[in-house]
């Protein structure tokens, strides 16, 4: 494994996240390896390398079902952001 070195500012910045993490899942009460992950991630800007893969995989989710919904999903979703933006 390769040492990795980051600027003290961010180190800082990581480890107080680090120390600071709350649990996603507030039934369970525990910190999960994906509450790490994110934190890792958002403010060390390590990610694991199946990050890409899902990206990409979510990328294509998303086209697939953008390409497939039918219309008249489309003029529910449409109604319901209308109704929603006169909030």
Request: glycine share 6%; charged share 30%; proline share 3%.
């Amino acid at each position: 494994m390769q040492d990795i070195y980051i600027t003290e500012e961010r180190w800082d910045a990581l480890v107080a996240a680090l120390l600071d993490i709350r649990p996603a899942n507030p039934f369970t009460g525990r910190i999960e390896e994906s509450d790490i992950t994110t934190v890792l991630g958002e403010v060390g800007g390590i990610w694991p390398a199946s990050v890409l893969e899902d990206q990409a995989r979510g990328y294509q989710l998303h086209r697939a079902n953008h390409a497939t919904r039918a219309t008249s999903e489309d003029r529910t979703v449409d109604a319901v952001e209308a109704l929603l933006d006169d909030f």
